[in-house]
């Protein structure tokens, strides 16, 4: 489908300057010309005279460039047309995509001539399979980035070698770039069918990927002050200003609220750093060679905008920099947290309106349980309320330290000294004692879930996160296959201590959130030994207007190496509409994480590396339970985190997609 094209679109970039008021010039992708803002020259409009004839609204042939970019249109920097290969008459139709957006509605409207009624719609749909009684439905796209063409059919298509033969043929006999272009297989199925074919040259979606000098991972601009982060500190080292766009060697698994994002390497849109940028609505991309690219701007103010096909990166104008600093921000309000309930209850006794005892973590997942969905499970599990983090910090004087940490003139000046005291009341919650009462009540808690004897997830489930206008993706701990009491135990007191990680107190600065508001609730859960893992968003993860396709990022074993953002994963469009499945891309690690016997997880040699992780039996039943999921909250933006044991799929966190 056209719109599954956009991930990608990936264009390299280069360099231009404008005006004689250097020092720096302007730096793009190309395609997007050689200025922006004021530095753009007026283009005269083309005056068509009214004497000149009307365009047909398709052609038997595409013979130049002109005549591509007539029929074309550009998406996320991909320039794509479409055409229609008539079987009885071997006739071709490249059609005008911006008149006609579906195959269906040209071949209904020029060639049938009908009305499409639901037995004709019915009859056409067979088109898809391969049993075609009609026509050949095809895509044409040129990827700039790379300098590639490609011909495709629909990702659902289940066209033959001879089919796609024939095609190809047809293809190469009337478009100008004929003997340029290559088969492009969207899905498992159409891979298998690339492999079988005997003269006709194809490409996968995932060299294409990799191959790419650009991809815009959340579009957006802003404005501030662009830093080169030498690629040898530790990440544990770097602290940012939240008016920093940070030019990075490779992406980081956690940063704090900054103003725009450049990665040298790779990482997907559906990582907890990439969710945020979604979040706080800044650019982010990747880019090759970023740091060689944007050398000259180091230290200055910039003007930076990232689009799905191309980017922008010049000097900020004086107006755009008061503009800029101008701006408000948004203050988040929190749920405000239950500090006199004190069972510790069930996941399945769990509804909406627990979100003020447990946060929306638990509470989500007791709305999913109790809408009674099939197809998937909720692991077990219980929560431990707000009550017992302010016990724990009452008793042990905590709270006072946080009131005196808070008001320090240093500590609110300086990023380096928060970053210490932070980590410094995280290390005093986590020494300090539990009671008696409450280490016998998650004791018993312990005992009376099922399957606990091998391994639990221990989760953060604060007031401050898994919200409509702050998730919170990433910012708190979870620790995972924690094995008896004592761990358990060792790890609520970590994750409490979570409350107070760097990235969290930063990005709740940025939403204005009251610090003293926040407080911290434990999900305790049935650890569930994945041998696959990920995250869907029910997005498409470049078009906006895109509304029948879910974005999946999968890879075997458990999933956090998939949200931290620092490899590839396998990564899939799929459509809930029609079932179609387009893959992006491939995971290729070498190794996976799973259960350690003793608690916690390890590192082991992954024997499926490069081989798909879902099969498309499990990516359609992800993409049907999400819809279903979305129903239940009523809400058709979600981030749903999932794991299959084999085919059993199971829905470990919802939580809103910030947008």
Same mark, same amino acid.
């Given at each position: 489908?056209?719109?599954?094209?956009?991930?990608?679109?990936?264009?390299?970039?280069?360099?231009?300057? =404008?005006?004689?008021?250097?020092?720096?010039?302007?730096?793009?992708?190309?395609?997007?010309?050689?200025?922006?803002?004021?530095?753009?020259?007026?283009?005269?409009?083309?005056?068509?005279?009214?004497?000149?004839?009307?365009?047909?609204?398709?052609?038997?042939?595409?013979?130049?460039?002109?005549?591509?970019?007539?029929?074309?249109?550009?998406?996320?920097?991909?320039?794509?047309?479409?055409?229609?290969? !008539?079987?009885?008459?071997?006739?071709?139709? %490249?059609?005008?995509?911006?008149?006609?957006?579906?195959?269906?509605?040209?071949?209904?409207?020029?060639?049938?001539?009908?009305?499409?009624?639901?037995?004709?719609?019915?009859?056409?749909?067979?088109? %898809?399979?391969?049993?075609?009684?009609?026509?050949?439905?095809?895509?044409? $796209?040129?990827?700039?980035?790379? +300098?590639?063409?490609?011909?495709?059919?629909?990702?659902?298509?289940?066209?033959?070698?001879?089919?796609?033969?024939?095609?190809?043929?047809?293809?190469?006999?009337?478009?100008?770039?004929?003997?340029?272009?290559?088969?492009?297989?969207?899905?498992?199925?159409?891979?298998?069918?690339?492999?079988?074919?005997?003269?006709?040259?194809?490409?996968?979606?995932?060299?294409?990927? =990799?191959?790419?000098?650009?991809?815009?991972?959340?579009?957006?601009?802003?404005?501030? =002050?662009?830093?080169?982060?030498?690629?040898?500190?530790?990440?544990?080292?770097?602290?940012?200003?939240?008016?920093?766009?940070?030019?990075?060697?490779?992406?980081?698994?956690?940063?704090?609220?900054?103003?725009?994002?450049?990665?040298?390497?790779?990482?997907?849109?559906?990582?907890?750093?990439?969710?945020?940028?979604?979040?706080? =609505?800044?650019?982010?991309?990747?880019?090759?060679?970023?740091?060689?690219?944007?050398?000259?701007?180091?230290?200055?103010?910039?003007?930076?905008?990232?689009?799905?096909?191309?980017?922008?990166?010049?000097?900020?104008?004086?107006?755009?920099?008061?503009?800029?600093?101008?701006?408000?921000?948004?203050?988040?309000?929190?749920?405000?947290?239950?500090?006199?309930?004190?069972?510790?209850?069930?996941?399945?006794?769990?509804?909406?309106?627990?979100?003020?005892?447990?946060?929306?973590?638990?509470?989500?997942?007791?709305?999913?349980?109790?809408?009674?969905?099939?197809?998937?499970?909720?692991?077990?599990?219980?929560?431990?309320?707000?009550?017992? %983090?302010?016990?724990?910090?009452?008793?042990?004087?905590? !709270?006072?330290?946080?009131?005196?940490?808070?008001?320090?003139?240093?500590?609110?000046?300086?990023?380096?000294?928060?970053?210490?005291?932070?980590?410094?009341?995280?290390?005093?919650?986590?020494?300090?004692?539990?009671?008696?009462?409450?280490?016998?009540?998650?004791?018993?808690?312990?005992?009376?879930?099922?399957?606990? +004897?091998? #391994?639990?997830?221990?989760?953060?489930?604060?007031?401050?996160?898994?919200?409509?206008?702050?998730?919170?993706?990433?910012?708190?701990?979870?620790?995972?296959?924690?094995?008896?009491?004592?761990?358990?135990?060792?790890?609520?007191?970590?994750?409490?201590?979570?409350?107070?990680?760097?990235?969290?107190?930063? !990005?709740?600065?940025?939403?204005?959130?009251?610090?003293?508001?926040?407080?911290?609730?434990?999900? $305790?859960?049935?650890?569930?030994?994945?041998?696959?893992?990920?995250?869907?968003?029910?997005?498409?993860?470049? +078009?906006?207007?895109?509304?029948?396709? %879910?974005?999946?990022?999968?890879?075997?074993?458990?999933?956090?190496?998939?949200?931290?953002?620092?490899?590839?994963?396998?990564?899939?469009?799929?459509?809930?509409?029609?079932? #179609?499945?387009?893959?992006?891309?491939?995971?290729?690690?070498?190794?996976?994480?799973?259960? +350690?016997?003793?608690?916690?997880?390890?590192?082991?040699?992954?024997? !499926?590396?490069?081989?798909?992780?879902?099969?498309?039996?499990?990516?359609?039943?992800?993409?049907?339970?999400?819809?279903?999921?979305?129903?239940?909250?009523?809400?058709?933006?979600?981030?749903?985190?999932?794991?299959?044991?084999?085919?059993?799929?199971?829905?470990?966190?919802?939580?809103?997609?910030?947008?």
């Amino acid at each position: 489908m056209a719109r599954a094209l956009t991930l990608l679109v990936l264009l390299t970039s280069a360099c231009s300057s =404008k005006g004689d008021q250097a020092p720096a010039p302007t730096v793009q992708g190309p395609g997007s010309g050689s200025g922006s803002g004021s530095a753009v020259p007026e283009v005269a409009p083309v005056v068509v005279p009214e004497t000149a004839p009307a365009r047909r609204l398709w052609s038997n042939k595409l013979d130049s460039q002109e005549m591509f970019d007539a029929y074309s249109k550009e998406l996320g920097g991909e320039r794509f047309s479409k055409f229609v290969i !008539d079987l009885k008459s071997d006739a071709i139709y %490249y059609f005008d995509v911006d008149v006609y957006k579906v195959h269906k509605d040209f071949v209904f409207q020029e060639l049938y001539k009908k009305p499409k009624t639901k037995e004709a719609v019915r009859v056409f749909d067979k088109n %898809y399979t391969a049993q075609k009684v009609d026509f050949m439905l095809c895509y044409i $796209v040129h990827h700039t980035s790379q +300098d590639v063409w490609t011909f495709a059919f629909w990702d659902g298509d289940l066209a033959t070698p001879e089919q796609v033969t024939h095609a190809y043929k047809r293809m190469k006999e009337t478009f100008f770039k004929g003997d340029l272009v290559k088969y492009r297989p969207d899905s498992s199925h159409q891979e298998s069918v690339a492999k079988k074919l005997v003269g006709v040259p194809f490409i996968l979606n995932d060299a294409l990927y =990799k191959a790419a000098e650009y991809v815009a991972f959340n579009e957006g601009q802003n404005v501030g =002050k662009l830093r080169l982060v030498p690629p040898n500190v530790a990440e544990t080292e770097l602290t940012f200003a939240t008016d920093e766009i940070v030019v990075l060697a490779a992406p980081l698994a956690d940063i704090t609220p900054v103003a725009g994002i450049i990665s040298e390497q790779f990482s997907t849109p559906l990582s907890h750093v990439s969710l945020r940028a979604k979040a706080w =609505k800044i650019p982010n991309i990747g880019l090759k060679g970023a740091r060689e690219k944007l050398a000259t701007f180091d230290g200055k103010q910039v003007w930076f905008e990232a689009k799905g096909g191309t980017y922008t990166l010049r000097a900020a104008t004086p107006q755009e920099i008061a503009a800029n600093q101008a701006k408000e921000q948004k203050h988040v309000d929190l749920p405000a947290a239950n500090l006199d309930f004190g069972e510790m209850l069930t996941l399945d006794q769990f509804t909406a309106k627990d979100i003020v005892k447990f946060g929306a973590k638990s509470a989500n997942q007791g709305e999913i349980i109790a809408a009674k969905l099939t197809g998937f499970e909720v692991p077990p599990g219980f929560g431990i309320p707000y009550r017992y %983090y302010a016990e724990h910090m009452a008793k042990n004087g905590l !709270d006072e330290k946080l009131v005196a940490m808070l008001a320090d003139p240093a500590f609110k000046s300086d990023a380096n000294v928060r970053k210490k005291a932070l980590a410094g009341l995280k290390a005093a919650i986590m020494a300090a004692p539990v009671d008696k009462s409450f280490f016998d009540k998650v004791d018993a808690a312990l005992k009376a879930l099922p399957g606990s +004897d091998g #391994g639990v997830f221990v989760r953060s489930s604060g007031n401050a996160e898994d919200l409509d206008q702050f998730n919170g993706a990433g910012l708190y701990d979870t620790v995972p296959n924690q094995r008896g009491l004592d761990q358990v135990l060792a790890s609520v007191k970590k994750v409490w201590g979570s409350t107070w990680n760097f990235a969290a107190f930063e !990005d709740r600065s940025r939403a204005k959130i009251d610090h003293l508001k926040v407080f911290s609730s434990v999900l $305790v859960q049935i650890g569930v030994p994945a041998t696959a893992a990920g995250v869907l968003i029910t997005e498409h993860p470049t +078009d906006p207007t895109d509304e029948k396709n %879910y974005t999946i990022n999968a890879k075997s074993g458990l999933g956090m190496s998939v949200v931290d953002g620092k490899k590839v994963p396998e990564s899939l469009i799929v459509s809930w509409y029609n079932h #179609g499945i387009r893959v992006l891309s491939r995971s290729a690690e070498p190794t996976k994480l799973v259960f +350690d016997e003793k608690g916690g997880i390890r590192e082991v040699p992954n024997p !499926d590396a490069g081989k798909p992780v879902l099969t498309n039996a499990r990516a359609l039943l992800l993409a049907d339970t999400a819809r279903k999921i979305t129903k239940v909250f009523k809400n058709d933006h979600l981030d749903i985190e999932w794991v299959f044991v084999g085919e059993k799929l199971f829905i470990v966190q919802t939580r809103p997609l910030v947008r």
